[in-house]
């Protein structure tokens, strides 16, 4: 039984795309969003994408071994 930390490159995709948005949305001179309601949704999708792309795979148990 191992713990295996999975890649999902859909969720990876998307976190590239939204990380993009973020960029775009966010003002480098005065540091803040743009659209602010638009930049936070886009940070909180952007986080909850980055953390379903690395998350972690349930644990197997080999049956066939007793």
Do not use: P, W
Request: charged content about 25%; some cysteine.
């Amino acid at each position: 039984m191992k713990n295996k930390i999975g890649f999902n490159l859909v969720f990876a995709m998307m976190a590239f795309v939204l990380g993009l948005g973020l960029l775009r949305e966010f003002d480098f001179e005065n540091f803040v969003f743009r659209k602010k309601a638009l930049g936070f949704l886009y940070l909180i999708v952007f986080i909850i994408s980055v953390f379903l792309t690395f998350k972690k795979k349930k644990q197997t148990e080999n049956k066939n071994c007793h």
